[in-house]
């Protein structure tokens, strides 16, 4: 069983609960969205693998996921990009925001979502149980895709991308 770190308005913790639970009430609990880019300035995206029980066969950021009870965010980060994708990078944590959006299935995502930017030119070594694809795109051709095929990508993708772009200049030029 996987808990979630229920967290208040302001992040400060307040509890666990098993992770699918939190998504069927729905409670807010604190997560984590991972954007790497390759040196082009391209941003990593990944196909949420067919199995997953929401959001199945999306495309959305790098990685995502929550941090455990006793982990910080940052260590849960590197953790899960490295779980997910195979890869390590170095990452800043650059805003947060909350959301709350229905994912299926009866679940809704309610996050306090901590949001790092790294940059790489290493390539993936995806873990298939996570991950059904991958590809890099530009902002701009990402932007455009959003617009024309918004059904291809996930809720908390298509609500940050745009904070997302005003911060990628951390490691994009």
Known sequence: MEN??????????????????????????????????????????????LTKYHSPGLWTNTCCSHPRDGETTAEAAQRRLME?????????????F?????????????????VFIGQSDDL?????????????????DLKEDLLLHPELYTEWFKITFEEMEGHAGVFVD
């Open 4 to 49: 979630v770190i229920l967290v208040d308005e302001t992040d400060n913790p307040i509890g666990l609960m098993e992770k699918q639970a939190a998504h069927v009430t729905p409670h807010l609990h604190r997560a984590f969205s991972i954007f790497i880019f390759n040196s082009k300035g391209e941003l990593l995206l990944q196909q949420r693998a």
């Open 84 to 96: 997910e994708m195979g890869m390590s990078c170095e990452m800043r944590e650059v805003y947060t």
């Open 98 to 114: 909350i959301y709350k959006a229905p994912v299926g299935q009866g679940l809704t995502e309610h996050e306090f979502d901590h």
């Open 124 to 140: 993936p070594q995806i873990n298939h149980e996570e991950v059904e694809s991958w590809k890099y795109m530009s902002l701009n």
